[in-house]
């Protein structure tokens, strides 16, 4: 999946272009959208952006998942590495240990991830605080330029603010 990015001048653009998206078969779950007045999404019925969009929780997991089991795997290899500690430990100890640091390091960082602001939305603030709205699609890597042209074609006021790389499943 790759999340692709437009900036909208209002809440009726943003109506029209979530009603052409659903009919170009994307689904609601997948559209995303914030802005300094959510009230307003409210009364619109707009796919409004919820915590995981506005957080740093899946990079802060990312992170956590990688730094924790490195961690946890060399903490393994100096435990059955160290003679005279009295323990006979195998290389299942060091998988074992391994995927327990990573559980640790994903929970504690996602911990810290879901209460800090996306620093992909960062470029955005100055935009939305001047009541432009963000909207934010999820689609396959095969219809990233299919939605792109579409969203151009039919709302020259939209603002095409580019693709981020890689959206993970789960959110």
Known sequence: MRRLYFLIPDVDSAKTIVDELLLARVEERHMHIAAADHHALTE?????????????FVPAVERG?????????????????????????????ILGI?????????WLSSMIGISAPSTRLKEFE????????????????????EITDLVKKHHPEAEVEGTEPVIPAFP
């Not at 100055?126 to 330029?145: C, Q, T, Y």
């Open 44 to 56: 619109a019925h707009l796919p409004e952006a919820g915590l995981l969009q506005e957080s740093d």
């Open 65 to 93: 998942v990688a730094i924790g089991g490195a961690t946890g795997i060399l903490a393994g290899v100096a435990a059955v590495a160290l003679p005279g500690v009295g323990l006979a430990l195998g290389g299942g100890a």
């Open 98 to 106: 391994g995927l327990a640091g990573a559980g640790v390091g994903a």
């Open 126 to 145: 100055s935009a939305i605080e001047k009541g432009s709205l963000l909207m934010m699609v999820d689609v396959p890597k095969v219809r990233v330029d």
